[in-house]
């Protein structure tokens, strides 16, 4: 038996974990523009940039379990062993899980953002900033399992 | 930024104060109340006309717009303002009268048609009362004949005939009467009933006990007549309301001369609200502001050759406003800094360092030549055909720079559309190229080359960081803070120089490693030092001193967030490459190719709206928190000139 199967499930999880993250992010945060919007419309291009700062979450999933399948197989590379798929589905719950929650969190941060840009624009910069500051723990997760991904073919395991 | 006291005399006040307005060179300061001797001239009832045409007009043009939507969509608003001569606005002036008059009809229009349509609306709801009573051949308000008393109205319940009859004989057995059902639904009965006079009372009565209401609109016509009026009404109302919309698209033509009213209004306004704010006195009146120390000269020249005046100049406070002056390359940044604040008193203008990292790190996570090419080509036509106004220009420059910048990331990393010219190439011959092969210069892939590319990213944010960290340096030896400058910074910057030869040290050589480490040793000891001086026990200096090396921990989170340069580049790339890959997918046939092309135009879209926004937000984001951060104060005010503030028109400046 080799480890095609929990790589799979490691690229699953990266994808959809951090992918309800930011779904849940990027919808509470629309939710709170779209009633922004009703009200003053021009403000269209504030609230877009808002909008999607939880969305980069799901991105960091996304490239994680692709890249996952382009080195197990399934897109190309070889089959991993046993010890390989183990370490692709351990390494993809960094972004999986910190995607989730980082990903909820962001949302909550862009719809307060968003409710400081509708009552004044000048306060869009801060509340960009500040809804970014989350951004950092999903980047760290990221990078956590973009390291140990791009390594695990040529692990001896 | 200087000073500037106008003294000129009343009767130059109005040209004085035009000629102040065209060349924008100075602001006007506003105080509340008057100096001794001085009056203030109370013009707000004219200020109050000016601000209703203003209004008007708008609302004039917004009622244009819901009839005919101005041509030019999404593009338009990158457009420039039209250029007006200023002899024109003579022109303007003496149309402007007609120019309202038009508004005041569009108005007018406007109100005949939404008091139709409420009109209509009650007249529907009469119709679909009377809809009832359609078959009544008497006035519904009739009440009786000679010798009967007449009742016209309905119950809350459904009956028929004969059980209304039971209904009424069973609540009073004395009373004779004679029904007739006009109408009944589901809660509805509409019915007539006769009874002799003599029994009306009784009659009343009866009906009372079950629920019997007469119709809400009782008329002196038969209901068949009035309902064919109000209809009649209803379609003359219709027509009068097409009348009206015709005539409102009949003024579209003047959409062109109410803006430039509007604009003419807007203007006055400006003026004659600074005017509000002026000291008077019986033959002079007194301008105070400020004006940039490079247009001095220019504003005495002025001035003297307009009217009568003297003028003063002295060094502004310190709560004066701020002019930022840059050159060519990093002007377009000014509008990402004044997003944050002016820069304060104390602060060194960073425009120059903000805009050489915007541009190098949005390329860096931008990051694809393809992507690059395409914004550069935009922005260009854009300024070219468009000619947009200067904000919006700098803006467009701004996106300019940093296409230059993607290019060349792009070609670092090796990276057009992705790997689409290896996808292209290997879809038509069957090859298995890579991009690696096909370019002949040495590249870095993000993906392979991670680690790398990491290490990479936090030394530039290293360099970043130290860059802006040098700017205090400077802020604090220009106001004289020794202690400041070189034990809080300058000991600090040492450190990270520490660090980062121990880290290099590690990777190349251990004699780097000790020299490194002898480094961050020394600063650790001059901070443990250093950092408490300004308590004053002995307990508190080693408190102080201990505690300030705990902020190495801040340094390190910061320099962990420049992983976000490889982050997004990856981003970019993998995103890229993904669609590439899909648009392949259906093979090599005619269905193949234009599924091809259909995935490669959509995606490419797709990736370059979701990582242009991304590499943008997050170069904003370096630039705000890691290292303005550092050094930067902000809080100013921006020098903002008393100046034409029009939004249709521009008028040129006479040379």
Known sequence: MNGMFFAL????????????????????????AMGVLSEDSSKFGKMLVLTLLPGTQGLYGFIVGFLILVSCGVLGGAMPTMGQGLAFCAASLAIGLGGLFSGIAQGKAAVSGIAMTAKDDANFSKGMVSVTLVEIYALLAFIVSLLVVIQIPSLKI | MKSVRIIALRQDRKRLLEHL????????????????????????????????????????????????????????????????????????????????????????????????AAEQVRIKTQLAQLEAWQNLDIPLNTTETQSTAVFIGSFPTLYTESALKEAIAAENPKLCFETEIQHSEAAMTCAVIFVPKSQKQMAEETLRALSFA????????????????????????????????????????????IQITQDYFRIRTDKYKVINGLDHSKHVFIIEGYVPEEDCEKLEKLCTRVATCALEFWDAPEDAPVKLKNNKFAE????????????????????????????????????????????????????????????????????????????????????????????????????????????????????????????????FGLVHILVGMGCKFIMC??????????????????????????????????????????????CAVGLLLTQGR?????????????????????????????????????????????????????????VGFIFFILIFVVGHLVNIGLNALGSYVHTMRLQYVEMFGKFYEGGGKEFEPFSLQSKYIKIQEDK
């Open chain 1, 9 to 32: 499930l490691g690229a699953s999880l990266a994808t959809a974990l951090a992918g309800i993250g930011s779904a849940k992010g990027v919808g509470s945060a629309a939710q709170t």
């Open chain 2, 477 to 522: 030896i220009r106001q004289k803070d020794w202690g400041g400058a070189f034990f809080d910074t300058g000991l600090w910057m040492l450190m990270l120089v520490g660090f980062a030869v121990l880290a290099a040290g590690i990777a190349l050589s251990p004699a780097l490693l000790t020299v490194g480490a002898v480094i961050a040793i020394a």
């Open chain 2, 534 to 590: 300004k308590s004053k026990s002995i307990g508190g200096k080693i408190v102080g001193g201990l505690a300030s090396l705990y902020d190495v921990t801040g340094y390190i989170s910061d320099l962990l967030s420049y992983s976000r340069l490889l982050a997004l580049g990856l981003t970019t790339g993998v995103m890229a490459q993904v669609f590439n890959m899909l648009s392949t997918m259906m093979g090599r046939s005619v």
């Open chain 2, 332 to 459: 377009p940044a000014q509008s990402i800094l004044t997003m944050y604040s002016p820069p304060g008193r104390a602060d060194i203008d960073p425009t120059p360092v903000l805009a050489f990292f915007f541009y190098f790190f949005f390329g860096m996570m931008f990051s694809d030549a393809g992507y690059g090419v395409l914004m550069v080509v935009a922005t260009t036509l854009m300024i070219k055909f468009f000619k947009p106004d200067k904000k919006m220009r700098n803006n467009l420059k701004l996106f300019q720079y940093c296409g230059v910048s993607t290019i060349l990331w792009g070609l670092v990393f090796g990276s057009i559309f992705g790997d689409a010219p290896a996808t292209i190439y290997n879809y038509f011959t069957g090859a298995n190229g890579t991009m690696a092969q096909m370019l002949p210069w040495p590249t870095l892939d993000p993906q392979k080359d991670a680690l790398l590319l990491m290490i990479v990213s936090i030394a």
């Open chain 2, 21 to 116: 307005q065209d060349s924008a060179l100075m602001q006007i300061s506003k105080s509340e109340k008057s100096r001794d001797g001085f009056n203030r001239v109370d013009l707000s009832s004219q200020t109050q006309v000016f601000e209703r045409n203003v209004n008007l007009t708008e609302q004039a043009l917004k009622i244009l717009a819901s009839v005919s939507p101005e041509k030019g969509g999404m593009l338009a608003s990158f457009k420039g303002r039209q250029e007006v001569d200023p002899d024109e606005i003579g022109v303007i002036a003496s149309n402007s009268k007609d120019v309202i008059a038009v508004c005041t009809r569009l108005t007018e229009l406007d109100k005949k048609r939404s008091d139709n």
């Open chain 2, 214 to 257: 007469k119709p809400m609109s009782p008329t002196s016509k038969i209901p068949k007549t009035k309902a064919e009026r109000l209809r009649e009404k209803s379609e003359r109302l219709t027509r009068e309301t097409e009348e009206a919309t015709a005539a409102i698209e009949g003024l579209v033509e003047h959409r062109h001369d």
